[in-house]
């Protein structure tokens, strides 16, 4: 939320948006796998639904950082899977 003159409400408020992605978490085998829904293959386990999310962030993130990082490099090898 913006103040009437185009600075944060609230101090310590970014004026940057972070990007926000929609969270599945499932309970399976005695943990929990939290999934970033849109986000393939970004899948984090945790033994709380607390710690599942947790490293979900610390995944997403280090999924963000490799995409940037790697955003300019063509691929060498392009295979496809018969699932």
Do not use: W
Request: with cysteine; charged share 25%; aromatic share 6%.
């Amino acid at each position: 939320m913006r103040a009437a003159r185009g600075r944060p409400m609230f101090r310590g408020m970014s004026t940057d948006a972070s990007p926000r992605f929609r969270i599945a978490i499932h309970r399976a085998k005695g943990c929990y796998f939290a999934l970033a829904l849109g986000l393939p293959g970004c899948v984090a386990k945790g033994a709380t639904e607390v710690e599942a999310l947790e490293n979900l962030r610390a995944t997403i993130r280090a999924g963000l950082a490799i995409t940037r990082y790697l955003e300019d490099d063509p691929a060498t090898v392009e295979i496809e899977i018969n699932a």
